[in-house]
């Protein structure tokens, strides 16, 4: 009988099915739910570093009635952390915890190694298994290098895994000057897992109005390719777990994810479609094709097509269509 089992940032999972941080994990009930209907673990919507910083600052003209902040006045705060946000996201997870045997991973969404970064030890005391911290900076500033944006990877991993002992996940996006240096030198500093590859909200044009609305919330079935093309080049070259996100809408993106060495995948977009009785499907349709290949358990298979053991390593490689497709016909 095949084992689902995985290890993911040293937790044991009882199937690699998380349920990526969004709207379905942000209430107890839902993710009751998810633990129901088979959830492996769940990371628990984002708080947000502006949201934390807004308040703080709020908190203290209210204290000082100055308009301007002195940066030192955040010393104290780093002693009170009991703003409205925090102390519900804390309450958040210690209910959670309380509510699921699953691993809970709380999350933070940030941009800056600031002052928030306190916050991930009170989230260590409020019993979260792990935590993920969701990063991007949309690289606009055109007076910053790429070196400079990276360097705000290093600076939040390095900040919070001083602060805390659980395990660390890093969501990144694709967009690094070197993605491959990125990623090895925040796995030189002992993150415990990298999650890719989030996917942002992006703004579209109404051509009728004339005007900018919103691109598309959920990932298609076909996004998945680029997670499973970098997940295929890094797995034998990191230490940390993988997780895949992004585009996994079926079993069989999700047995490719780990085929190319993934610990874990995160989905949001397909239970957002077809609700979280889903992920039972899922995990029986993992379960049928491992029966079918004879796989007993996920190590048996995991990474089994990463960019080393492959057939095609050059194929991880290849990104121009030119040579290798001159003579494709449809
Ligand atoms: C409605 C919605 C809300 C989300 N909120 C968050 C969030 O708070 N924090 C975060 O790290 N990712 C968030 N995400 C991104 C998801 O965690 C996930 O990485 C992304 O949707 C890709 O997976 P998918 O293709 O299965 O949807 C959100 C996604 C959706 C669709």
């Known amino acids: 009988m095949p084992k689902l089992t995985t290890n993911y940032l040293g937790l044991d999972l009882k199937n690699p099915i998380i349920v990526a941080s969004s709207g379905l994990t942000d209430s107890i009930a839902k993710i009751k739910e998810l633990e129901a209907n088979g959830a492996g673990a769940v990371v628990l919507k984002s708080l947000f570093e502006e949201e934390i910083i807004m308040e703080m600052e709020e908190k203290i003209h209210a204290m000082t009635n100055r308009p301007f902040i002195y940066p030192e006045t955040f010393d104290y705060m780093d002693e009170e952390p009991h703003e409205d946000i925090l102390r519900k996201y804390l309450q958040f997870i210690k209910d959670a915890k309380a509510a699921v045997s699953i691993p809970i991973i709380a999350s933070i969404n940030c941009v800056s190694a600031q002052k928030w970064t306190y916050f991930s030890r009170e989230i260590e005391k409020a019993g979260a298994d792990a935590l993920e911290v969701n990063l991007f900076v949309l690289p606009t500033d055109m007076n910053r290098t790429g070196e400079e944006n990276e360097q705000i ?11 805390v002992a659980i395990p660390v996940a890093l969501k990144i996006s694709p967009y690094h000057s070197n993605l491959a240096n990125t990623i090895k030198r925040l796995d030189d500093l002992k993150v415990d897992g990298i999650v890719m590859f989030n996917r942002f909200y992006t703004p579209d044009f109404d051509i009728h109005n004339l005007s900018v609305t919103s691109g598309h919330i959920l ?15 890094m797995s034998e070259r990191v230490n940390c777990s993988l997780a895949a996100t992004t585009g996994m809408h079926t079993s069989e993106s999700i047995i490719k994810s780990i085929l190319a060495g993934a610990d874990a995948v995160q989905i949001a977009s397909i239970l957002y479609k077809n609700g979280s009785e889903y992920i039972d499907i899922l995990n029986k349709e993992i379960y049928s094709w491992m029966s079918e290949q004879g796989f007993k358990s996920i190590r048996d298979f995991k990474g089994k097509l990463s960019q080393t053991k492959s057939n095609d390593p050059a194929a991880f490689e290849r990104v121009q269509f ?9």
């Open 153 to 163: 990877y290093i600076d939040v991993l390095k900040t919070v895994k001083e602060q």
């Open 219 to 233: 990932s298609n079935a076909d996004d998945y390719k680029n997670s499973l093309r970098w997940i295929g080049i």
């Open 322 to 330: 030119m040579k290798h497709f001159r003579n494709f016909v449809e």
